[in-house]
């Protein structure tokens, strides 16, 4: 805005000047200058520079701003001393800009589930075609373990699987044995209920505990090569550490044996327990499957 009125404040200067001159020259058409508050001073000072040389009275006027005309001079005469600022400030086609790449369009629902099928039809199709080669590369990878023979290897797993399970279900009955006169209490309110369930937690957890540290154990005796029959033991312990959780949340809601304990008074509760240790049986297990 400073700029502008430093533009009107030279304009005007050079208007008086030209007046002046029109008085020598009354017979000459004054020079009518448009001004805009887009115009640099500078522009404005070059063109009243190059009107003034021709001893002509020169009008300014504050028009409305314009984006694609410089100030201009309602007269021909003008039309040279204009065409310099007029070059650079206005957009030619030369140099106009491209216009925004059109957006491209979206795809259908349709065609998005179609291409979904496709590929899930695709990847079907390779992993089906890959499961044979895939049961060879295992039987290959099996027969050259390193602990012991393929049949012993085998044999020394199911020992070890055993081994962990059995000792987790000797601890959870010894510690429920010992507590059974706190766990089986009957509790009416629910912070009652919640200490008996808390209780009958703590020994789930220690026997969890104590089973998969016996199958560790086991696994480092019986299978101290790094071998696939070695990350086998690992993996089937991971599952039944996750397993374990599941029941261990199972019999903490719903406490299917003592429903004087029961934090979630479901009807049926044993059977959605059964459910919902399945669940995490058989989804654990799909899942790697799925992300082959």
Do not use: C
């Not at 009008?59 to 001079?73: K, N, Y």
């Amino acid at each position: 805005m400073r700029l502008f009125l430093k533009a009107l404040f030279v304009a005007a200067a050079w208007l008086a000047v030209g007046s002046s001159a029109a008085t020598a020259g009354a017979a000459d058409s004054p020079i009518t200058l448009i001004v805009t508050p887009s115009d640099r001073p500078e522009d404005i000072a070059r063109l009243l520079d190059m009107l003034k040389r021709q001893d002509r009275p020169v009008l300014v006027r504050i028009g409305e701003p314009a984006s694609t005309q410089a100030p201009a001079a309602s007269t021909p005469d003008a039309e040279p001393a204009k065409a310099a600022p007029d070059a650079a400030a206005a957009p030619t086609e030369s140099n106009r800009p491209d216009p925004p790449p059109a957006a491209t369009s979206q795809p259908s629902l349709a065609e998005t589930v179609d291409h979904a099928l496709r590929r899930l039809v695709r990847r079907e199709g390779e992993a089906i075609s890959a499961l044979p080669a895939a049961a060879q590369d295992v039987t290959q990878a099996w027969g050259e373990v390193r602990n012991g023979s393929p049949w012993g290897a085998a044999g020394l797993l199911l020992v070890i699987l055993v081994g962990a399970i059995a000792t987790a279900i000797v601890v959870d009955s010894w510690l429920s044995a010992v507590a059974r006169h706190r766990v089986e209490a009957h509790a009416p309110g629910f912070i009652a209920r919640l200490g008996a369930a808390a209780r009958q937690l703590a020994v789930d957890g220690a026997a969890l505990a104590l089973g998969i540290a016996a199958g560790r154990a086991l696994i480092a005796i019986l299978l101290p090569q790094t071998d696939l029959a070695h990350s086998a033991a690992l993996e089937l312990l991971e599952y039944l550490a996750v397993v374990g959780l599941y029941v261990l949340a199972g019999r903490l809601a719903l406490a299917p044996q003592a429903p004087q304990n029961r934090l979630m008074p479901l009807p049926r509760a044993e059977r959605h327990f059964w459910l919902f240790v399945l669940y995490g049986a058989f989804g654990y297990a799909v899942t790697p499957i799925v992300h082959l």
